[in-house]
């Protein structure tokens, strides 16, 4: 057995190393029967080729196409975006159209101004 001395050290070469770094984004899709679908991404635009495809795509966005993304919004590291997720998952149809149009912001999400129990 041979051991490789790497100058990198190991905790920087692993791949949870590199998801750190990088910025998320919260995206709302809109499916052809108007649902609303809210993921985070690293990739928004790599993220709905996914979802189009249906190889690694959310199951309950199978035979729901064409999609369509309605808000995307870069949010910061994978804990915040999970955050939002969840905040927004939470939010009423309503809620979330007016998050679409600019009437209320993730920002309010975040310290927990608009946060309201409902489905959509």
């Known amino acids: 057995m041979r051991f490789v001395y790497s100058a990198t050290p190991w905790s920087a070469a692993t791949p949870d190393a590199v998801v750190a770094s990088t910025e998320f984004s919260l995206y709302i899709v809109c499916c052809a029967d108007g649902t609303l679908y809210t993921g985070i991404a690293?990739?928004?635009?790599?993220?709905?080729?996914?979802?189009?495809?249906?190889?690694?795509?959310?199951?309950?966005?199978?035979?729901?196409?064409?999609?369509?993304?309605?808000?995307?919004?870069?949010?910061?590291?994978?804990?915040?975006?999970?955050?939002?997720?969840?905040?927004?998952?939470k939010l009423n149809r309503l809620k979330k159209l007016d998050l679409i149009d600019g009437r209320s912001r993730l920002d309010d999400l975040r310290s927990g101004q608009v946060l309201e129990e409902g489905c959509a």
Request: no cysteine.
């Open 42 to 89: 690293t990739d928004v635009d790599r993220r709905l080729a996914e979802h189009e495809s249906g190889l690694r795509g959310a199951k309950y966005l199978r035979g729901k196409g064409p999609l369509n993304i309605v808000f995307s919004e870069v949010v910061g590291s994978r804990a915040e975006a999970s955050q939002l997720e969840y905040r927004v998952k």
